[in-house]
């Protein structure tokens, strides 16, 4: 591992927790994976270790630093934040995401398919809700390539598990430096609960992310069922990609279990993956859908679901879906 890497890889771990001396919420640990979809192709592995503030509207006798207080505050102008009632919070992330070819044991290049490429970027985003809606607007930065220690990290988990050994990695997309923006809304349509606590309900979302990493539109819907459920707007369908999740994640009032599925679609006018292979065929689709079905389990302060997510191919010279399945633990400090 290169100098630069670790001072790299040191400096975006240190951007997002250091606000660790702010009162916490939320923490939540996101894990993406193809072969929990009895899958091995594109996609293959995610990782995001994220965190919430505490929602702070007390004034400064009730927080330490403030941070959530101080951002609403300051970017009360954007529409969604700063609306009377609201609840505020910050939340920081940190992603790693891989992808490979199907065949991970050839050492040459294979041109017909995904190329090696590994990601690693933070994200921070100021989040508002109320019982109705969530709003949020997030940075992000990173790195594509080496610097992004996917290659270690593959490796290290296939040798865990006594997988096969990935190895093209020599052959993955080289450094590039990650930046861009985001902004996540989302609303409840429908929540309606029975005497015995068992609750139904209905929400919707949509986001627009520009970056030059992957600038994208997406539009989708949710639905849910269970017993004493927490109040957050979107089941963790979405896996490692948003932290849209997590406020309320975790305040059920007893324990419980819930039932999930979504739908939705997502609109893609540029991918670094595209751009940047060079001789790979690989072409992005410029529409692609995607549904999630998934199971939670929860009790005050902890919340963990898993998730089994497919899509249609996001590359237009293929036309096998991507399927991988995601499991997702998050508990209130």
Known sequence: ?????????????????????????????????????????GYTNGLRFSYLTEAASGGPDSCHLC????????????????????????AFSLSQLMFTP???????????????????SGVAMLWSWNDRSITGYGLIVGVVGPESGAENAQKWAHKLTGSDNPKGWDNQLGNDAIGGI????????????????????????????LSNFITNAELGVAWRIGTHLPHNFIPDYSGASSTIGLPGATDATAAGWSLFAGLGTEWVPYSYLDDRSGPYTFEQRPFVGYAGIGVGWHFPGFQAAFTLKASTSPDKTSKEALRFGTLSVNWQL
């Open 67 to 90: 941070l959530a207080d101080h951002a609403s505050e300051g970017l009360a102008w954007l529409p969604g934040i700063g609306d009377a009632g609201n609840h505020h919070g910050v």
């Open 182 to 209: 985001q902004a996540l809304h989302a609303e409840r349509l429908l929540r309606a609960t029975s005497a015995d606590d068992f609750t139904s309900e209905i929400t919707w979302g949509t986001g627009v992310r």
């Open 102 to 120: 199907e065949n991970i044991e050839a050492t040459t290049p294979q041109y017909d398919d995904t190329p090696y490429a590994g990601y690693l």
């Open 1 to 41: 591992m290169s100098q630069s890497s670790s001072a790299l890889r040191a400096g975006i771990f240190f951007f997002l927790v250091g606000a660790h001396t702010v009162q916490a919420d939320t923490l939540n640990l996101s894990w993406d994976n193809d072969l929990l979809a009895a899958s091995d192709k």
